[in-house]
């Protein structure tokens, strides 16, 4: 090491120190204690007394069938923020962005306003639509002459991620529009013309052109999308109620609230959530990982 570099390295201490604290104490410690809490039976309510069980919590997770229930749909909420969220948001930015409507300005804010409203008050609005007795069955009943059919697919476990799916990309649909149309806003407009020029129609130009300029986009977009999916809590929560409509409907985080927290008397749940948080966090790096090769793989 030259001696200039010594006489800077104090300097160097004092600028990333605070960084550094910050960062061990609000994010590695965290991350390393619930590594070390999965391993145990550890439980603030048992006196906080523990034993190191191994792999203990971690084995019994992959044996309970509701872990394998929250991960199914889990899933899902992946699927439909990729393959649903991300292209309609691609697609409406597009057509924003080639003002193929009026009032560009007006349906760019309409469809990012659910961005401005709580997540917690959406979930209510949602869960009053797709109750028994709301909007949805009413026009039901009015369509089929009916007063007695019902809107029912939150009520069963193989349909109630439908009504859900659409409150999904109703929701996060806006932000990713805005992330297209904020890059495609950057896109030489000679580009397009000059495909014009040589005969490209609309939907060569938006296949040929547009989408591999914003192949970045659509990889971070992806990174994104399953992040906060493997991470969503709130929405899911909100639009479901107590008992059996909610475990129909569970996710991994709300598998893990309900086993770390609604749970606490079991000695081992805390360390069960713990264990439960750490899988959320592995899968969400492989299914990261897979979209980074994909991207690697397509040059994008």
């Known amino acids: 090491m030259k001696k200039r570099d ?3 390295l104090p300097t160097y201490l004092i600028l990333v120190a605070p960084a550094l604290l910050i960062y ?41 069938p509701n ?3 929250a991960l199914k749909n889990n899933l899902i909420v992946v699927a439909v923020s990729v393959f649903g969220q991300i292209p309609i948001g ?10 193929k409507v009026k009032a560009v300005h007006f349906f760019q804010t309409f469809v990012f ?7 917690i008050v959406i979930g209510i609005l949602w869960k009053r639509l797709f109750q028994a007795d709301g909007p949805i069955s009413r026009i039901i009943q009015i369509v089929s002459k009916d007063p007695q ?27 990713y529009m805005t992330i297209f149309l904020a890059n495609l806003q950057k896109i030489d407009d000679h580009l397009i013309e000059a495909a014009k020029i040589d005969g490209a129609t609309e939907s060569q130009i938006f296949l040929k052109v547009i989408v591999p300029l914003l192949a970045g986009t659509i990889l971070v977009s992806s990174i994104l999308a399953i992040a906060g999916s493997l991470r969503g809590f709130d929405l899911i929560f909100s639009i479901t109620t107590q008992g059996l ?16 927290f609604q749970n606490y008397t079991n000695e081992m ?14 899968i969400s790096l492989i299914l990261i990982g897979i979209s980074r090769l994909v991207g690697k793989k397509t040059d994008y």
């Open 149 to 175: 059919a019902q809107f029912e697919l939150m009520l069963y476990a193989d349909t109630v991620m439908i009504p859900i799916a659409f409150a999904l990309i109703w929701v996060y649909t806006g932000m």
């Open 6 to 8: 010594i006489q800077a």
């Open 269 to 282: 749940r805390f360390a069960y959530g713990a264990a439960i948080s750490n899988i959320i966090v592995v």
């Open 67 to 69: 872990f394998w229930h």
């Open 245 to 260: 409509q909610r475990n129909n409907a569970m996710v991994l985080p709300i598998f893990m609230y309900q086993s770390a």
């Open 90 to 99: 691609f697609i409406l930015a597009y057509i924003l962005y080639r003002k």
């Open 24 to 64: 061990l104490f609000v994010v590695a410690y965290p991350i390393g204690y619930s590594v070390w809490l999965s391993f145990t039976d550890f439980n603030p309510n048992k006196g906080g007394q523990w034993d190191w069980v191994g792999t203990l919590q971690y084995s019994t997770m992959f044996k309970d």
């Open 113 to 119: 306003l659910p961005q401005f409203l709580s997540t």
